[in-house]
């Protein structure tokens, strides 16, 4: 008898629909377009009480984090819905740097108690923010021990806790100990800043090889959720593309009514409905813990991190004038889709995995 491979569930359930809901609510009452694009400008973007009610008023902090460790119990399929939801909104919150990549870190490290444990209760509920210093262009199969400053760490500025892989093994230190230095970005409302923590003393959590296993998953699950917010960015962007189109109107008619514009759209449509299908395999495959989740990351990446930045190309364009304004958002979502294409792994480095997973033959 042959073993079958589960089919993934890509489909969204009840749950995943009310948490959406929930999502998108908060996000439009506190972090509409104009919210963001009043913050841009500063060293921290964040909405002020935005965190305190997305991680900790909606619990959206502790979906990974398991309940007798004080989070929600939930899986990668109910953050990577979050994370769709704040790439549709381009909203400045650290939680892929937090709530998945440190914490899904931390959770491979399997502790029953002890630091590790009290760290994770503290982010479940929202209270702390944690993030792994390493630039954010670290792929999961490159992460290794760094000396010095470290460069383009995401959301440090919001950091309470810094994790620190050393020779030795991961540390947890404090933020106010370390020599954080903001950089300016592409992504305004992911603001990137040099990291400094040689000098810190900090707390042990690991060993050397717990640590660099706990990092690398911790890099996996983010890069494999990065693909929802990837799907989030290019949804809104064909969508408002579409509102766009119905009501501009030239020689008498929408514009959306042109042929040569319905083609790009529709290109556009299929491009997304195959960003979603790579998106949520990979949030299931972790979710579920698959044999292949590793490949199902790579092909996601590699694929959705080019739809997204096709979509807010097209948005871009398809809206004229008004698109190349800093007024009107369509530039947060071009600038995010484009940081995320380099985060966690460039499509090419994830098109590398998918040929050595797969184990395809050297070109001729």
């Not at 305190?52 to 619990?59: F, P, Q, R």
């Not at 305004?188 to 003393?201: E, K, M, S």
């Not at 998106?279 to 092909?299: I, N, Q, S």
Request: net charge negative.
């Amino acid at each position: 008898m042959t073993e079958t491979t589960p089919t993934a569930d890509l489909l969204y359930s009840d749950t995943e629909d009310d948490l959406r809901a929930a999502v998108r609510s908060l996000l439009a009452d506190r972090a509409d377009a104009q919210t963001v694009l009043g913050r841009i400008e500063g060293e921290r973007p964040y909405v002020p009480g935005l965190w305190e009610a997305l991680g900790g008023g909606i619990g959206a902090a502790g979906l990974l984090v398991p309940e007798k460790l004080g989070g929600q119990g939930a899986s990668h399929r109910e953050a990577a819905v979050v994370l769709e939801e704040l790439g549709r909104a381009v909203t400045p919150v650290p939680y892929l740097t937090s709530a998945v990549v440190a914490t899904e870190t931390l959770l491979a490290l399997d502790a029953d108690g002890g630091p590790a444990v009290e760290l994770l209760a503290a982010l479940a509920g929202g209270g702390s923010v944690a993030v792994l210093a390493v630039p954010l262009s670290t792929a999961p199969g490159d992460a290794g021990v760094r000396s010095g400053p470290v460069p383009a760490v995401a959301d440090a500025v919001a950091a309470d806790v810094l994790l620190v892989p050393r020779a030795d093994g991961l540390y947890a230190v404090p933020a106010a100990d370390a020599v954080i230095t903001p950089r300016s970005s592409l992504d305004l409302t992911r603001p990137l800043a040099v990291v400094d923590a040689d000098g810190a003393v900090g707390t042990r959590l690991a060993d050397a090889g717990a640590s660099a296993a706990a990092v690398r998953r911790g890099l996996l699950a983010g890069a494999g959720l990065l693909a929802s917010e990837q799907l989030g960015i290019a949804e809104w962007c064909l969508e408002e593309t579409v509102r766009h189109t119905r009501e501009r109107h030239q020689f008498n008619r929408p514009i959306g009514s042109f042929q040569a514009l319905k083609h790009r759209m529709a290109q556009l449509w299929l491009e997304l409905v195959g960003a979603r299908a790579a998106a949520r395999a990979a949030a299931d495959a972790l979710a579920t813990g698959a044999p292949d989740a590793e490949l199902t990351v790579a092909v996601a990446q590699a694929y959705c991190s080019k739809t997204a930045v096709h979509a807010a190309e097209e948005c871009v364009q398809l809206h004229g004038g008004i698109g190349m304004t800093w007024e009107h958002p369509a530039h947060l979502a071009l600038k995010r889709a484009k940081s995320d294409q380099t985060a966690l792994g460039s499509a090419g480095r994830h098109q590398d995995a998918i040929a050595a997973l797969v184990e395809l033959p050297a070109p001729r």
